[in-house]
């Protein structure tokens, strides 16, 4: 019977490192354009299911574009989010829905201060699965607003990350130079964020949906 017993556990352990952790490392992934990638990160890494989320460049034709210069417009990139999520937690629709109430899908031309094609909006759909999704939530904003949606649905591209400078930069400490004189990069980023407008805007557009809107804003 000990024998027995024992064989039953061994099992059972075999068992579940076999399947708990492939259960609980099963992701999704959202990438996403909504103008200052910074913004986009410091927002999705607040949502409760949202396990990474990571800066860098999409859309372009460019090979391991740099920072400057899809900042400047000198390549065919957007600032975007790549948000690795549990499904389980949170869908892919609620992402969409949080991500819309985020942005000012109504401006073609950038997003709030920050203005040229690389800071512009867009949903890359990854599966044929997420563009249905996509193009239903992008619908369900346009008539929320009574107004066209202008954020492109496009196709799946590849996600180039920026540097480590720029990774989860609204919540870093090291200090940076800025026209403030020394600030850590997060008080830096609030500045930025203040100075741009982008809650205040997101505030007129969305009314009481808007997501994310920073306090005193």
């Not at 990438?31 to 927002?43: H, K, T, Y």
């Not at 031309?109 to 800071?119: A, L, S």
């Not at 044929?128 to 369900?140: L, M, V």
């Not at 407008?197 to 557009?205: E, K, L």
Request: glycine share 8%; charged share 20%.
């Amino acid at each position: 019977m000990l024998k027995l017993l024992t064989r039953l556990a061994a099992a059972v352990v075999v068992a579940f490192s076999i399947n708990g952790p492939a259960l609980a490392q099963s992701t999704e992934t959202a990438l996403v354009a909504g103008g200052c990638f910074w913004c986009v990160e410091a927002d999705f890494r607040r949502v409760e299911g949202v396990t990474n989320a990571s800066v860098g460049f999409a859309g372009g034709t460019e090979v391991d574009p740099e920072y400057n210069d899809v900042a400047s417009g000198r390549t065919s990139h957007l600032e975007v989010t790549e948000i690795t999520f549990d499904p389980s937690q949170i869908s892919y629709a609620q992402i969409l829905h949080l991500f819309f109430r985020s942005v000012d899908p109504l401006d073609a031309g950038g997003q709030f201060c920050d203005r040229g094609q690389h800071y512009t909006t867009a949903i890359f759909a990854l599966t044929p699965e997420q563009r249905a999704t996509a193009e239903a939530a992008k619908q369900t904003a346009s008539e929320a607003l009574g107004q066209e949606v202008v954020t492109p649905i496009r196709d799946a591209a590849t996600f180039y990350p920026a540097g480590a400078y720029h990774q989860n930069y609204a919540n870093n400490t090291d200090l940076i130079l800025t026209r403030f004189g020394p600030r850590s990069k997060a008080a830096a980023y609030k500045l930025y964020r203040d100075s741009c407008g982008r809650d205040a805007r997101v505030q007129a557009v969305w009314g009481d949906e808007a997501e994310f809107v920073q306090s005193g804003s």
